[in-house]
């Protein structure tokens, strides 16, 4: 069966364990047949982030260069072994676009795509990443934990929508259920969901399906079954990220969801290079 995993990280972004390459020989020895490396990009020219330890997110500016020529060195390196691909994953903040299209631009072409994320929501003047379990009580700043995932849900439509925002694929869409905390009322929640969905087929965009879930409390894989299926039934394009930290994360659970997402119909998967969206057979 062919392996490919979209999203992983290493320790330029100081919250990852293991180089590039260790990334690189754990995964040729997992019998992984692609592996893309898809870094957290710098943060630290936003305005107005004093408030998230930003430093301990992604990698620093002047790092840029160095992540890029050595992931094009061991492209070249592995070439016979295993199939590599690089990226960057974007983070989303609402307002600071314009910002990161200008620290960017200069490195598209080196990139085979773009992962698109939302990991920081601005709430009564406070910026917050949702999914770090020291910002929990900013929580308290929604009347419900729904409040929270519809700012989530109209932050990521935001991101879908947005002109400016370049990217090529959506990752880990119901990224709040992180720490097992559910809404009390979900049918808001379900309508928003739909919506992003066929926005989501209109922009031609592709969607992740990533493992990292299984290994957090709610121990189950970003979407969740019923948004895959509604996923399935739109014709919305998908690929497996394990969004690893560690090495041995590399691959998690592929086999249990390449089985999940055939049972649900898929038969392909999308594929990256250069930008431009291609697919595998399943
Ligand atoms: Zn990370
Ligand atoms: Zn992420």
Redesign the pocket.
Known sequence: MELEDWHT?NSL?R??IGSIEDYVEKAIKFGINLIGFSD?FPYEFLKGIEGIPYEEYAMKLNQIEPYLSTAEKLKEKFKDRIEIKIAFELDYIEHQVAAYKRHLDKYLDRLDYILGSVHILQRKGQIFAFDDNRFLKNYELYDSIAGLYLDYYHTLEKMIRSVEFDFDIISHFDLPKKFNKKPENSELIDEQVIKILELVKKKNLTMEINTSGLRKQIKEQYPSVKIIKKMHELDIPILLGSDA?HPDELGFNFNNIIKLIKEIGYDQLAYFEKRKRSFIEL
């Open positions: 990280h972004c919250h990852a957290h930290h």
